[in-house]
């Protein structure tokens, strides 16, 4: 069956850093575009960043800049290297895989002081 496990959440002060992973398994990783998706508290879902099948990137033009997301195709793994966090981008990230639709259970980044 399709999983797709998330890591790397976690709290951090304003100005920190933290990567998160995405480890799919059950579907054809390099086949698919993938990318990062985040919910704050009261707020709708928002696209963070993509990633084609070759590594072609789009990162919404509010993080770049601070926000990387990068693919190991070997490893089945994606990632986003989030720099300089700021308070407002708390919220839950979620790995998504384009075409079939799949969803991961999210990962909570809280940044505060």
């Known amino acids: 069956q399709v999983q797709l496990v998330e890591s790397g959440g976690g709290w951090v002060q304003p100005g920190g850093s933290l990567r998160l992973s995405c480890v799919g398994s059950g579907f054809a990783f390099n086949e698919y575009a993938m990318g990062w998706y985040r919910q704050a508290p009261g707020k709708q879902r928002e696209l963070v960043a993509m990633i084609m099948p070759i590594g072609i990137t789009n990162v919404d033009d509010t993080l770049k800049g601070r926000f990387t997301i990068s693919r190991d195709n070997a490893k089945s793994t994606l990632y986003l290297q989030m720099n300089n966090l700021k308070p407002e981008d708390t919220a839950v990230y979620y790995c998504?895989?384009?075409?079939?639709?799949?969803w991961g259970q999210g990962t909570q980044v809280t940044v505060s002081s």
């Open positions: 998504y895989v384009s075409g079939p639709g799949y």
